[in-house]
């Protein structure tokens, strides 16, 4: 069999592993024996336990920033339509690869070196999100200082309410909602606020 294949097997079984047991608790001997090969194999393969968390987690990463690039390349799309085709994706994606988001989850409680992977992932969304509410805002005509200051928070904010939404939606045992139905409920949460403020609109305390 092809090493890239026996390797694709080890990296599936150890994200169904990482993802039940947790980093600490996933027992190498298992993942070996779900990948169908010996231990000494994966060893020989992915050296070391961290060096194959370290791997699951850049497939997932990879594999999930990919799909969301490619919910928002539609360029002559409007910016809403983008972020709404980018956040379809994102949810379509976390819930067809459960295992895949627990992991990526798991890993940014575990600090350096895991978490790194998973700073990263989120830096590469946030940038795209940050590109489309920015454009989003000029469009609508927005003092460039707004834009300038505020989207790069609105961005992390949005990033961060779906990796929530993510981890709700999976573990829901009442009926999963689809990833459109997710994505629907957060542009229903931001957009309309961002629609607000792009036209001069404020919250404030009541005094």
Known sequence: MPREVRERQMLDAAVVGFARNG??????DEIAEEAGVSKPLVYLYLKSKEDLF??????ERSALVGAVRVGTRERDGSADQQLWNGLCAFFAHTAVRPDGWA????????GEPF???VAAM???ITELVTLLLGR????????????ER???GL???????????AGWANARTDGVPSAKETAAMLMNFCWTGLEHLVKGARWSPHR
Do not use: K, N, P
Not at 54 to 59: G, K, N, V, W
Not at 155 to 165: N, P, T
């Open 150 to 152: 505020e989207v790069s």
């Open 155 to 165: 961005a992390h904010a949005l990033v961060g309410a779906a990796e929530s939404l």
């Open 136 to 147: 989003a805002a000029r469009d609508a005509g927005c003092d460039e200082a707004l834009a």
């Open 103 to 110: 992991v990526l989850q798991r890993a940014d409680t575990l």
């Open 23 to 28: 980093y600490q608790a996933a027992s190498m």
């Open 115 to 117: 978490a790194h992977e």
């Open 54 to 59: 370290t791997a699951c987690l850049r497939r």
């Open 122 to 124: 989120r830096a590469e």
